[in-house]
């Protein structure tokens, strides 16, 4: 059964920084797209970052969060983190993990969720002072 599951979310001031990781089973190919999305209250679900599993190599950030957050992956521990660093309010959310064994990281879609066929349940950020 393929599965992921986020955590590391919480409450952090404006500046602050956050890490959140996202454990994968189940995937059998050698390499697929862990990828990490956010919804904020009355907005659409928005694809904020990926990566290449197994040394694949391939990482893609979206403009909102490109030079405050980094993505990056462990492949003994079928983990993928998402640093979020300089973080503000608006970065509030619900943060979801996805994957996929045919979406292609380095590609444009990377952010579209309807690519992604295996979610986490999510976790909650908020940039509050």
């Known amino acids: 059964q393929l599965q992921v599951v986020e955590s590391g979310g919480g409450l952090v001031q404006p500046g602050g920084s956050l890490t959140l990781s996202c454990v994968d089973s189940?995937?059998?190919?050698?390499?697929?797209?862990i990828a990490w999305f956010r919804q904020a209250p009355g907005k659409e679900r928005e694809g904020i970052s990926c990566?290449?599993?197994?040394?694949?190599?391939?990482?893609n950030y979206a403009d909102s969060v490109k030079g405050r957050f980094t993505i990056s992956r462990d492949d003994a521990k079928n983990t993928v983190y998402l640093q979020m660093s300089s973080l503000k309010p608006e970065d509030t959310a619900v943060y979801y993990c996805?994957?996929?064994?045919?979406?292609?990281?380095?590609?444009?879609?990377?952010?579209?969720?309807?690519?992604?066929?295996?979610w986490g349940q999510g976790t909650q950020v908020t940039v509050s002072s």
């Open positions: 996805a994957a996929d064994e045919l979406v292609v990281c380095g590609n444009p879609g990377f952010d579209e969720a309807s690519y992604y066929h295996t």
């Open positions: 990566a290449t599993t197994n040394g694949g190599g391939s990482t």
């Open positions: 189940g995937f059998t190919a050698e390499y697929y797209t």
